[in-house]
């Protein structure tokens, strides 16, 4: 089944979470790009066909669009919602070669929603704080989670087969000189992990975790790509 078949079921979905959420239909037209009239007949259930409905009875997957609808509402769009990434996860997992494979897609779908959830609950604290230090911290953890679930659909694409480890395009040698600038990095910041203040030691800190993970994705990205010529 094509991905466009699952985009259009998707948008039924989602057309009538957002109307049971307390999106008016105009609202919702205008963010899913279709007409008042069609979010009506979404709603009521009279347009969507048997594959919205199939979405509709997997409770694992509405979790995760009703998820996504209550992020909509409360971060705030303005243009027309993309739906492609949630129908290529529907589409992942309903069409799974395995249910273990059905199952991993799932997991993987519910992280994002978490990830998306966390996002959006730490840049609302960070805009409340009146402490620098503490809105950097929690601006890290609203960036860190977008960032995770950007991850996340990455590994969706690479386990669909949509990317591949070998379209890198870089050399061997390019990719260990960028995982031995990560590891002085990291070493650099020796020095300033012992403050004495504990929320800039928790900040330095996270950045020092930050690079020892750029040294060990670097690493895991030079065992899995095939060895290219060098560049003259």
Known sequence: MTLDRYI??????????????????????????????AVSLYASGKRGGELAARVESDERIMSIIRSYVDAIAEGGRSG?????????????AFEAPSRAKADVTLLIM??????????????ALAYRSANPLARSLFMQIAMDSMRHAEILT??????????????????EEELRAVSEEERGMRESLAALSGAEDPLVRALIKSIEFDELKHYELVKALIAVTPQRPRSS
Do not use: C, P, W
């Open 80 to 92: 027309v919602l993309d739906l492609t990434d949630l129908a290529q996860a529907v589409k992942n």
């Open 110 to 123: 519910e992280r994002i929603k978490l990830e998306q959830e966390t996002a959006v609950r730490s840049m």
């Open 154 to 171: 990455t590994i969706l694409d690479y386990l669909a087969g949509r990317i591949k480890a070998d379209e890198i395009a870089l050399t």
């Open 8 to 37: 259009s079921a998707v948008r039924a979905v989602v057309a009538k979470e957002m109307v049971r959420r307390g999106f008016s239909v105009n609202e919702a037209a205008r963010l899913l790009g279709v007409t008042a009239a």
